[in-house]
Nanobody, 127 residues
Framework: QVQLVESGGGLVQAGGSLRLSCATS????????MGWFRHAPGKERESVAA????????NYADSLKGRFTISRDNAKNTVYLRMDSLTPEDTAVYYC????????????????????WGQGTQVTVSS
């Protein structure tokens, strides 16, 4: 059973930064493409960023490019999301997810492509 556990969320002022972590267990992390998604109240869940199995390919939501950075450490079975210049519009529950489809360079932002999900971590940005 693959488990994903997010951490690092919290309350931050606008303009601040956070780094989210997602630790995985129960599977072979180095074979999973990974993604971060977020779900804000009244909105649909949306893709934030994705990273390939080998970490060499990344994909971001157009509106977040330059502010968010996804990375992974296969030795630690962990994927990260660095978020800078946060705004109140970034307030949401952030989820990490794993997909075992695709090549080592493959990334996907499609929710349906992800088989395993974490429980989410709340990020609140105050103005």
């Amino acid at each position: 059973q693959v488990q994903l556990v997010e951490s690092g969320g919290g309350l931050v002022q606008a303009g601040g930064s956070l780094r989210l972590s997602c630790a995985t267990s129960g599977g072979t992390f180095s074979t999973y493409g990974m993604g971060w998604f977020r779900h804000a109240p009244g909105k649909e869940r949306e893709s934030v960023a994705a990273i390939s199995v080998n970490g060499l390919s990344t994909n971001y939501a157009d509106s977040l490019k330059g502010r968010f950075t996804i990375s992974r450490d296969n030795a630690k079975n962990t994927v990260y999301l660095r978020m800078d210049s946060l705004t109140p519009e970034d307030t949401a529950v952030y989820y990490c997810a794993a997909t075992n489809s695709g090549s080592p360079y493959y990334t996907t932002k499609r929710i349906d492509d992800y088989r395993y999900w974490g429980q989410g971590t709340q990020v609140t940005v105050s103005s």
